[in-house]
């Protein structure tokens, strides 16, 4: 048995590609896994705010499309960076165990985010961390930043910015979770949909794929998944809307507690449910619906045409 896995080429993704790897080699030793490095629009140009780049998907569609072609049998994905409505032909098969699920603030000194400076610069490319920070501190000076983990590392340490917000599992997936100067989580900050989560993907009619990744799949992690995916598809945010979301599941339950913003931090719609672990998918539609009611469109609207 063999299978291709195409993954982007970043340390990140290649962690992510090498963990799947050992997983579905652990769990069929039959198997021969091969990795197949792609380059994505987003890693062509890592110069252009995300925002501006005019289409979603950036990060996936060639991998999609490696898959959907049968240059490989399954995609995989940083699932925060998958768009919410998959290509014809193509499913979300799986997930890995979620990781750390949280943002990071990495400073300069090691300060805190109330330790910063009034005016200090915080780098971020996220619209939603834009949106949190703001919220939290809106003195500070928010500047763009893109490029993999060790790139916005360096470019800190040259002084591009004060500090900057990213990922805490990407940290901690890369042995470099010491530069972590605080954790930004709950209540003030919630993750992107999907964060620390690992997306596997496959051709909707490829049963053998389907059956390998089913063999390394976490229910947890897929029903967190599916709440969360489900609440920003009926909300229509996209990958890089004001948009902050975690799903917890525990067992047989879920709850989902989720955030939209405008993007200056002055306004905060917010919300909570929870329910049965099969019910995450229409858990998500129903906050969703909850937060439309209250004016989600609105916010999301205006933060796509800053």
């Known amino acids: 048995m063999k299978l291709v896995l195409a993954t982007r080429g970043s340390p990140l993704a290649l962690?992510?590609?090498?963990?799947?790897?050992?997983?579905?080699?652990?769990?069929?030793?039959?198997?021969?896994?091969?990795?197949?490095?792609?380059?994505?629009?987003g890693d062509r140009d890592d110069r252009s705010d995300l925002a501006s780049l005019g289409r979603i998907g950036v990060f996936t569609a060639e991998i999609d499309r490696a898959v959907l072609e049968d240059r490989a049998d399954l995609g995989v994905h940083s699932l925060k960076d998958m768009t919410t409505s998959l290509p014809e032909g193509l499913m979300l098969a799986g997930t890995l165990a979620r990781g750390r699920a949280e943002d990071a603030l990495v400073a300069r000194g090691g300060r805190r985010l109330v330790d910063l400076p009034r005016g200090a610069r915080v780098a971020t490319g996220s619209s939603r961390r834009i949106a949190m920070l703001r919220r939290a501190r809106p003195d500070l000076e928010i500047v763009a930043i893109?490029?993999?983990?060790?790139?916005?590392?360096?470019?800190?340490?040259?002084?591009?910015?004060?500090?900057?917000?990213?990922?805490?599992?990407?940290?901690?997936?890369?042995?470099?979770?010491?530069?972590?100067?605080?954790?930004?989580?709950?209540?003030?900050?919630?993750?992107?949909?999907?964060q620390a989560i690992v997306g596997l993907t496959c051709r909707a009619d490829d049963e053998r794929t389907a059956r390998?990744?089913?063999?390394?799949?976490?229910?947890?992690?897929?029903?967190?998944?599916?709440?969360?995916?489900?609440?920003?598809?009926?909300?229509?945010?996209?990958?890089?809307?004001?948009?902050?979301?975690?799903?917890?599941?525990?067992?047989?339950?879920?709850?989902?507690?989720?955030?939209?913003?405008?993007?200056?931090?002055?306004?905060?719609?917010?919300?909570?449910?929870?329910?049965?672990i099969d019910a995450a998918e229409a858990l998500g539609r129903d906050l969703a619906s909850e937060l439309g009611r209250r004016g989600a469109a609105r916010l999301v609207l205006a933060a796509r045409a800053r």
């Open 212 to 276: 390998a990744i089913a063999a390394i799949s976490d229910r947890e992690s897929f029903a967190e998944a599916a709440a969360e995916r489900a609440l920003l598809h009926d909300l229509h945010g996209g990958c890089n809307a004001p948009i902050g979301a975690r799903a917890r599941a525990v067992e047989n339950s879920i709850s989902l507690r989720a955030c939209v913003l405008s993007i200056d931090g002055t306004e905060c719609l917010e919300g909570e449910r929870s329910g049965p």
């Open 15 to 41: 962690w992510q590609a090498e963990e799947t790897r050992r997983l579905l080699c652990a769990a069929r030793p039959e198997a021969i896994v091969e990795l197949q490095k792609i380059e994505s629009t």
């Open 146 to 194: 893109r490029g993999n983990v060790d790139t916005r590392l360096t470019k800190l340490a040259r002084g591009d910015a004060d500090a900057l917000v990213m990922a805490l599992a990407g940290l901690d997936r890369l042995g470099l979770v010491e530069h972590a100067c605080e954790i930004l989580g709950p209540p003030r900050f919630l993750p992107a949909v999907g």
